[in-house]
C-alpha cells in the first residue's frame, strides 16, 4: 500500500526505536505500552506523554481503521503501522491507517483546526467536543485534540490517495526530550 510504504520509508532514516504494523488490538497494545513507559527514554515524563500518545493514536486505529482484523475471540480491531523514531532533542511518533474516502474531508478540516487553535483554545474545543451528544464528535476528534496538547506541539498529517474508495492517513507528532 503506498501510504503504508511511504510512512515506512519516510521514518526508516535514523533511529527508529519501535516499528509495528498489524493490528491494534489490547495484546499489541500492552506490549506497545510496556516499551514506551519504561525504555524510550531516561525522562519520566517524556515516557509518560508517549504511553498517553500512544493510547490515543493506536484507540484510534482500533475503531476507526478502514482495514479490520477480528481475532480468534471475535473481537474486531483496526489495522495499522506505529512508528516512533528519536532524533538528537525529541522523538517523532507516526501512526498510519487506512480510511474511506468520505471521511478524509472530515479529518483534514479535524487536524486543521487543531493545529490552528492555541493552547487554551484546544483545551476549551476539547471541552466543548465532549458536551456533544454521542455520535456528534466525529471519528478521531478528541483523540487528536488530546494528542496535540500531551505532545504541546502540532500534529503533521497527510491524506495518501490509495484508490477511489480510501485513504492512507498518517498522523505524526514531536516529542521534545527536554
Avoid: W
Amino acid at each position: 500500500m503506498h501510504g503504508k510504504k511511504e510512512l515506512l520509508e519516510k521514518m526508516t532514516t535514523g533511529n527508529v526505536n519501535i516499528t509495528y504494523t498489524g493490528p491494534f488490538d489490547a495484546q499489541v497494545l500492552s506490549v506497545l505500552a510496556k516499551s514506551i513507559e519504561y525504555s524510550l527514554s531516561e525522562n519520566p515524563r517524556v515516557n509518560k506523554k508517549m504511553f498517553k500518545i500512544l493510547l490515543e493514536l493506536a484507540q484510534n486505529i482500533s475503531y476507526y481503521s478502514a482495514e479490520q482484523s477480528i481475532s480468534k475471540h471475535g473481537i474486531k480491531s483496526g489495522i495499522g503501522i506505529l512508528v516512533i523514531q528519536e532524533l538528537n532533542d525529541h522523538f517523532i511518533f507516526a501512526t498510519g491507517n487506512l480510511i474511506e474516502s468520505s471521511s478524509a474531508y472530515k479529518i483534514n478540516k479535524k487536524c486543521e483546526k487543531i493545529n490552528s487553535l492555541s493552547r487554551e483554545q484546544l483545551r476549551a474545543y476539547k471541552r466543548s467536543q465532549r458536551k456533544l451528544p454521542p455520535g456528534k464528535k466525529g471519528g478521531g476528534n478528541i483523540g487528536l485534540i488530546q494528542v496535540a496538547l500531551t505532545a504541546e506541539n502540532t500534529l503533521n498529517y497527510k491524506l495518501v490517495p490509495v484508490d477511489e474508495m480510501s485513504y492512507f492517513f498518517i498522523v505524526s507528532t514531536k516529542i521534545d526530550k527536554e
